[in-house]
């Protein structure tokens, strides 16, 4: 009893004492400081970007208490999004170094993400660490996977190429395009061949640069006649076996095929975030990729000079 009523007077006191410090108030304050990243800071008070949330996170740990959840184990996929900062946060919530982390850079898409293991493993200098490069993929042919190795040279020329299983298939389509609705309609046929039992694509993935894109796209295909095709959400889940999607919600996803959509060189300039983009929708695919453009091709995609001349028409022999 004496405990229960001499613990609010003391709550006060410490309160008093120690005010809990507002952290983002904080943030903001730090960030105002350098006039460059000021600027990225939004106009109200308690708005942030994603790429914020863990910076304030560790810093609310630093300034106000916090329990710690205190994990046996962790284990992180697409550790190649999460920041040093991220992961020092995680690291104060887990029992000694009980860590499984498992990542690949390639497919490294967020402005927070790290460009090297080397910021995360410094955060575990101390404890005994074991590190193992995956490089073999089953999942697609070989024609698939050394074609996605070239884009991949151009794009990060230092990386791990991946090994391919030795699967054979079909070599990667590249279609040229004269006008946006001849590309819809030229995907439109693909999804019709490629249904077909002879080709066996129980799934296929219509894959664009963004979900304004993807909806678009969506509406054109639907409207040629393509009704049992679905749409990824944020959330990246569907249910359709058949789907048009934005490549930067596909991570981790696989299709028996992949039809790449609006490939120019206007969509993807030559940055390295497109290229990535770009080397992420042809590893989605297992067996069979189609590649579609308007105009030029995007330089990372490397397509053969020949494919962008127009046919000619043969001539027919003449009897003498």
């Not at 493993?121 to 999942?139: M, P």
């Not at 991946?162 to 030229?186: C, H, I, L, N, Q």
Request: charged share 25%; net charge positive.
């Amino acid at each position: 009893e004496f405990v229960q009523g001499v613990r609010p007077q003391v709550e006060r006191q410490l309160n008093t004492f120690w005010p809990k410090v507002d952290f983002r108030r904080e943030y903001r304050q730090l960030l105002l400081a350098k006039e460059l990243l000021a600027a990225s800071l939004p106009k109200r008070p308690n708005v942030f970007q994603g790429e914020d949330i863990g910076p304030l996170c560790y810093l609310d740990h630093l300034l106000n208490e916090h329990r710690n959840a205190a994990f046996e184990h962790v284990v992180i996929d697409e550790a190649q999004e999460v920041s040093p900062l991220e992961m020092l946060l995680i690291k104060r919530h887990t029992r000694g170094n009980g860590f499984t982390i498992l990542g690949d850079l390639t497919q490294s898409l967020s402005p927070q993400g790290i460009d090297h293991w080397g910021e995360t493993l410094r955060l575990f200098r101390r404890a005994t660490r074991a590190r193992y490069v995956a490089r073999t993929t089953y999942r697609a042919t070989s024609e698939i996977t050394r074609y996605a190795n070239r884009i991949l040279k151009r794009v990060m020329p230092t990386s791990v190429r991946a090994r391919t299983a030795k699967r054979t298939g079909p070599r990667p389509g590249f279609v040229r395009a004269r006008s946006y609705d001849e590309m819809v309609a030229a995907i439109a046929t693909d999804i019709e061949v490629l249904q077909n039992p002879d080709k066996g694509a129980q799934t296929i993935g219509v894959l664009c640069k963004s979900m304004s894109d993807s909806k678009k796209l969506h509406g054109a295909l639907r409207s040629r006649g393509i009704q049992n095709i679905g749409i990824v959400n944020s959330d990246g889940a569907t249910l359709e076996k058949f789907v048009v999607a934005p490549i930067y919600l596909t991570r981790g996803l696989e299709f028996d095929a992949v039809i790449l959509a609006g490939a120019s060189k206007e969509h993807y300039p030559t940055t390295p975030l497109h290229g990535k983009l770009l080397y992420l929708a042809v590893t989605r695919a297992a067996h069979y990729l189609q590649i579609h453009w308007v105009g030029q091709p995007a330089p990372q995609l490397g397509v053969p000079s020949r494919r962008l001349r127009p046919v000619k028409p043969r001539r027919k022999n003449r009897k003498h």
